[in-house]
């Protein structure tokens, strides 16, 4: 209980100096400028300080192993560059898969002292302004993690990409869950930081009390610190996924005031609300949407257009928040910044557990003390295309010049914005579905499909198991995934209200290989992001 109280006390003062001192355009330009002149130096300091002078390191055995020390990753930046340097480290070993990460599978090497489990990766110098735990006793446990010197940076960021599509003076509304995932949450922070206001905060989702209490009085803490340094910070209103209408209702009453507003929010829900808008007879044109959390394709871009929306594409992934943001200036899609003053991205040929070869898998190494995690070369099971070019986003001439689009997953489905591992699905397609309904795990498979621009995630029953309740398997698989932890709840829900899990009846799909793996992820067309 005393711990706790000193955790919000520490976090109620940061917040309040947080909310106090506002940045401007020209203090935001400074700090991304700032960022990418000591990249290299960025980076060696991070490792010095939190590898090879942090004696629990899970990294520290990777070099080791290695026979790569301090010094000679100083003389690879100097002579190679950081992303050079970087992808010499991940030749040599010093990697970590995404299944490491996560704390889904602990990080056993041969020659290594000990596993490492997901919270060795924490940032163990990191001024946590508030933390909790999510995850429950069968789940992998995760850390809630908000630092408000991190969101400094990314207000910087969110700061040009709002002046980029010329939506500063907007109306925002977020549509995204309330915690335990922060992603909303910090959108008002964000825009509090810059001197914005956000206008409405819907979420799919709501507190699962008593499990969720935590989540409920740091959600509600935030808001009353909030109002009481003078922000106009908006309380969460429940709206399921069925009631896109409201959402829809709000941008269309706010364009009827002359104003044209923001909404960000997944991909699907913005879809969702573009049908919803279209079936009610709506005028929601000259709107902007931020979408993320799932891949922007050519199709769904479709669906917004035809809706008269502007549209732009973040990727970010849950540890660490925004990785690139939107360009205003883009040649596909989906294409969007690199934050490389925050991150380094490279890309390397990647053979998966299952004998999948990738020849342009992602992975991330972290440059600002802030953030929550250390990460060196951590595969994040997406693929795509990085490019440099010089364009007349703001992004750009701020020193963002490295691009990321076609941005697609192969080691995780992603749909209504939630996220489940190969390895989650694993368990499912070998263990429990053969078990319960006979056959073998050659007969069941997850697929990633679309319809009409919305996600669908197929579970393939192949003829011969014979007839089998549909229901019936639905409700096992929602079921095991939903008992592994309170994230793993929160994720089959949005399949249920959503309706994406269907079952379908036919031969699992092979690889080129001729291998039935529980998860296909259909090849990437062009266009994309998340």
Not at 35 to 50: E, K, M
Not at 81 to 88: I, N, R, V, W
Not at 516 to 526: Q, R
Request: net charge neutral; proline share 5%.
């Amino acid at each position: 209980m005393l711990e706790s109280a000193r955790l919000f006390f520490r976090y109620a003062a940061g917040l309040h100096a947080f909310l106090k001192r506002k940045i401007d355009l020209d203090q935001a330009t400074q700090i991304v400028s700032r960022s990418q002149v000591s990249r290299g130096d960025a980076f060696l300091q991070l490792l010095n300080r939190s590898v090879f002078d942090h004696s629990g390191s899970p990294y520290l055995p990777l070099f080791r192993q290695a026979g790569i020390g301090f010094e000679d990753v100083q003389r690879l930046v100097k002579h190679e560059g950081l992303d050079g340097a970087l992808k010499t480290l991940l030749r040599e070993g010093v990697s970590i898969s995404l299944d490491e990460f996560k704390g889904r599978t602990r990080t056993v090497r041969p020659g290594l002292p000990k596993p490492a489990c997901s919270s060795d990766f924490d940032n163990p110098f990191l001024v946590k302004h508030f933390e909790a735990e999510t995850g429950g006793s069968k789940g992998v446990s995760q850390r809630l993690s908000l630092d408000l010197d991190l969101l400094v940076f990314d207000a910087a960021c969110h700061y040009l990409f709002l002046k980029a599509f010329g939506i500063s003076d907007s109306p925002l509304g977020v549509w995204r869950t309330v915690p335990p995932a922060v992603s909303a949450i910090r959108k008002p922070l964000l825009q509090a930081k810059i001197g914005r206001t956000t206008a409405r905060w819907f979420s799919q989702n709501w507190f699962q009390l008593p499990s969720g209490l935590k989540y409920w009085f740091f959600t509600y803490f935030t808001i009353l610190m909030a109002r009481l340094s003078g922000e106009r910070f908006p309380s969460p209103e429940h709206l399921p996924l069925d009631h896109a209408s409201k959402v829809a209702q709000w941008l269309a009453q706010e364009k009827r005031a002359g104003r044209n507003a923001c909404l960000d929010t997944m991909v699907s829900s913005a879809i969702r609300v573009c049908r919803a808008a279209q079936d009610q007879g709506l005028d929601i044109s000259h709107c902007f949407m931020r979408v993320g959390s799932e891949a922007l394709t050519p199709a769904r871009a479709v669906v917004l257009s035809d809706a008269g929306v502007r549209f732009g594409a973040h990727y970010a992934i849950t540890e660490v928040g925004p990785v690139a943001m939107a360009c205003s200036d883009r040649q596909c899609v989906d294409e969007a910044h690199l934050l490389t003053g925050k991150l380094a991205l490279i890309q390397d040929e990647k053979t998966t557990d299952r004998g999948e070869r990738i020849q342009d898998a992602f992975y991330l190494t972290g440059l600002l003390p802030s953030l929550p995690k250390i990460m060196i070369n951590v595969e994040m099971g997406d693929r795509g295309v990085i490019a440099t070019r010089n364009c007349d986003c703001p992004l750009s001439q701020a020193g963002f010049r490295q691009t990321v689009h076609t941005i697609r997953s192969y080691e995780k489905l992603t749909s209504e914005g939630m996220l489940f591992t190969s390895t989650d699905l694993a368990a499912v397609v070998e263990d429990l579905l053969p078990q319960r309904f006979g056959g073998d795990p050659s007969d069941y498979q997850f697929v990633e499909s679309s319809r009409d621009g919305l996600t669908e995630v197929h579970l393939i029953l192949s003829p011969r198991l014979g007839k089998l309740n549909d229901l019936e398997v639905i409700d096992a698989v929602m079921s095991f995934l939903g008992d592994q932890s309170d994230g793993y709840r929160l994720m089959t829900k949005f399949w249920a209200d959503g309706g994406t899990l269907k079952v379908v009846r036919e031969e699992p799909k092979a690889t080129r290989a001729s291998k039935i793996l529980p998860l296909y992820v259909p090849p990437p067309e062009n266009g994309g992001a998340r």
